[in-house]
Structures are given as C-alpha cells and as structure tokens.
C-alpha cells in the first residue's frame, strides 16, 4: 500500500493506493474516511488498483471551511482524484453517501467512470411522500441544531442496522467522531437535497448498478436504490448482511464486490450490441 495526499480545488486529499489492474475508486460515506474499505481493498488488491481516500475536510484531509457543501464539489473531487490517480476513468464503488457521492459523478462526469456501483445511497427525496423515511435528514439536522453533534450521531447509529453489535478500528472511530461536526454542519444539506438526475444515468455510457444488504430491507437507506434502479433500468443486486458489512465481515463483502466489480468491467469492455 502506498498513501499520500493530492492537491485538489482547495484541499489536500489524503489517499491510499493498493494492488495493480483497471482503477477502483471507493468513495465513503459518513464519516468520509478511507479507513472503511481497508480490509476490502487490501482483498481486492489482487484484481484491481484501488484507491480509497478521506473526503474533503474528513480524518486526514484538509479543506474544512464551516461552510455547507455542494455535492458537485464532492463530485468533483472523485473525478481530480481519478484523472490524477487513474488515468482519467476508474470503477467506482460508494456506499451510503459515497453511494450519493459516486452517482452525482456519473450524471456530471461520465467520461470519468468505466461503471459505478452504487450500494445503499439514502437518497431519501425518490421514497413516496408518505414514506417516513423522507423525514431522516430533517430529524437529525433538528438534533444537530439542538444537542450538536453527540445527539444527531446517537440518533443516526440508532437508525442504522448492525451498528453496536461488532467493533470499530479504534483508529478509524477516534477519525469518525473528530468528523462529526463536519458531517452534519456542512455536508448534510447536500445529502438532504440529493435526487437523481434520472436522464443523465440512463444515457451512462458504462454498466451502473444498485445494491443493498439482504439485513437491510425495507430500511430508510435500502429502498431508494430499488427506486433508482427502477427509474434508470438497472440492474438491483443483494449485497451480504448489513449497511457496514464491509466492517463487519470485510472477507464477506470483498467477495461479492469483486465478482460485480468484474462483471462490470468485463461488460464495460463489451462491444456495444447497438453498434454496426
């Protein structure tokens, strides 16, 4: 493994490189830290060059200004990232608000991406206007606003499943919790006004799928990608166990992320059926 930081608009990204073969770019998602896939790229080393990275003003990077994010500019930093990293395209694999992260890519920067898989993005905004899962990012900024950052991260581990029956890296926790502020004072008003740009994804040159944990149905951050997948005809896969699986069990998730992240580029790669 090699780390380093690399110079983006206005920050310096902290980054880890592992194995050889076609990019990989994992994006995180709360918490933003590359310490969440150590183990799954550390497995997928073998296939694939992965690049993980702290999100900008996350853990190890710099650029926290205070000010509320605009998810372009997170895009935008994944595709600086590639161009510097991997040549000008990469897979790219986000979880979560990573999930959020990588599908604003694909719509604003398509030659960027050779396929994009995206798994559990709580894109909250595609749930009918009776589901109650539409009100998650209103709760925890009225939490935010009125205990700070213990009272809306109590709040949000409550909400996702698995969380509290398996144990953290000490280092990647002690990470997390120096994030808190960050998460819910500037990156939160763009995961909350998140939608898909549905035309953009369904004219992606390259293979995009939606995943979610077989625990997970029927959770707040599981049925949006079911909608999405529905609304841009792709295809929905079943990732094993929970929203952190790659925590909990790395050995798990690496494998089913390696046989999709195969057949992705395999069919990336495919002659396309619709030309002579």
Do not use: C
């Not at 944990?213 to 049925?223: L, N, P």
């Amino acid at each position: 493994m090699t780390s380093g930081t690399f110079e983006v608009d206005g920050a310096d990204l902290y980054y880890e490189r592992r194995g050889s073969g076609p990019a990989l770019l994992m994006i995180s998602g709360a918490g933003g830290d590359a310490g969440y896939y150590t183990q799954v790229a550390a497995d997928l080393a073998d296939m694939f060059t992965v690049i993980t990275y702290d999100r900008r003003g996350n853990s190890r990077s710099t650029g926290r200004t205070g000010t509320p994010m605009d998810l372009a500019e997170q895009a935008a930093d994944a595709r600086t990232l590639i161009d510097g990293l991997a040549g000008g395209r990469a897979l790219v694999f986000g979880n979560s608000g990573g999930a959020i992260i990588g599908l604003t890519l694909a719509a604003l920067h398509p030659g960027s991406l050779a396929g994009l898989i995206a798994h559990e993005p709580p894109a909250v905004n595609v749930l009918p206007d009776d589901d109650p899962g539409r009100g998650f990012f209103a709760d925890l900024a009225d939490r935010y606003a009125r205990g700070g950052a213990p009272a809306a991260g109590r709040r949000f581990a409550e909400t996702v499943r698995g969380e509290g029956t398996y144990r953290w890296p000490d280092d990647l926790w002690r990470r997390f919790l120096g994030n808190q502020d960050h998460l819910f004072g500037a990156e939160w008003p763009g995961f909350a006004g998140f939608r898909p740009d549905e035309a953009a994804l369904k004219a992606a040159p390259f293979p995009i799928v939606l995943g979610a944990g077989a625990e997970d149905r029927d959770t707040y951050y599981a049925r949006p990608s079911v909608e999405i997948a529905r609304a841009i005809g792709a295809p929905w896969v079943e990732f094993p166990g929970i929203h952190m699986e790659f925590l909990r069990h790395p050995d798990r998730f690496a494998a089913a992320l390696r046989a999709l992240a195969a057949w992705a580029h395999d069919e990336e790669r495919a002659p396309d059926p619709r030309m002579p």
